[in-house]
């Protein structure tokens, strides 16, 4: 269990930062009721996931994956962001956020009011669909209300296949994802993990490389992270990531005279 010193700690360390870089991972949106896939109820458990190259190559894998993606879609449609979610966004509008980048895919962090420029979603999104060959993202809604009917997986009108837009296995990430989150790790003086296991590469890289290059570390987390015991972690605290860092956040700011 973490001390009440830790707390103030923690919100001591938001107070002083400037230019907060925000990591976030599945732990974050359980409160939001998205499955942790990885975890012990996760969906992998269930699912065997499609691989890129055999989305591309197979209809039937295809399908697979579209009826993989329509079972989960209702529950990210309509998935509310929680308090962590809010509590990144007042740090927004205090003017304390560098950026958030975030492993999860559910698209929360915009939902809650995080901007689209202050935002990296390394694993991409749920909440549009895109061309595998010319690019266009689309709304899901109207691909999965066709598929649902028809069980045939929706063609882009260029003729390419459309596939959600988040980052299947076997695909790699976008380089323009990772150079952004890159730049945002250089520029930080606090950089705060949450709710993840720091176990995904390249995406648990990112607030390495923003610790190594001198930025403060804390790592909020229920259950162990791969990142726990390396000198670069300033403070590292254990529990519910919803019950310790919104109050931190609210003691920071309000200190600050943001009420
Ligand atoms: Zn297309």
């Not at 930025?215 to 019950?243: C, F, K, M, Q, S």
Request: proline fraction near 6%; hydrophobic fraction near 35%; include cysteine.
């Amino acid at each position: 269990m973490n001390s009440g010193k830790e707390h103030e700690k923690l919100a001591e360390l938001l107070r002083a930062g400037k230019k907060i870089l925000i990591f976030t991972g599945a732990g974050i949106s359980t409160g939001s009721g998205i499955p942790d896939f990885r975890g012990p109820e996760g969906v992998w458990k269930r699912r065997q996931p499609v691989y890129y190259h055999d989305f591309m190559r197979s209809e039937a894998a295809r399908i697979e994956h579209w009826d993989f993606k329509l079972e989960g879609w209702p529950g990210f449609r309509d998935a509310r962001p929680n308090a962590t979610h809010e509590a990144i966004v007042q740090l927004e509008r205090a003017d304390k956020l560098l950026a958030v980048v975030t492993q999860n895919i559910d698209g929360l962090h915009s939902r809650a009011g995080t901007s689209a420029e202050k935002l990296v979603e390394l694993h991409g999104t749920n909440s549009q669909v895109e061309c595998q060959s010319c690019g266009e993202l689309t709304d899901p809604h109207p691909h999965f209300e066709a598929f649902g009917k028809t069980r045939r997986p929706p063609l882009c009108r260029c003729g390419g296949f459309l596939k959600p837009a988040t980052i299947s296995f076997g695909q790699n990430l976008r380089n323009e994802d990772l150079e952004c989150a890159s730049r945002f790790a250089d520029e930080t003086d606090l950089v705060v993990a949450l709710g993840s296991t720091l176990s995904v590469y390249p995406a648990a890289d990112i607030p390495l490389i923003a610790a190594r290059r001198g930025a403060r570390y804390v790592v909020i987390n229920r259950g162990e992270t791969d990142h726990d015991g390396l000198p670069e972690v300033t403070l590292r605290l254990e529990g519910d990531v919803a019950a310790i860092f919104p109050p931190a956040v609210s003691a920071a700011l309000q200190s600050r005279g943001f009420p």
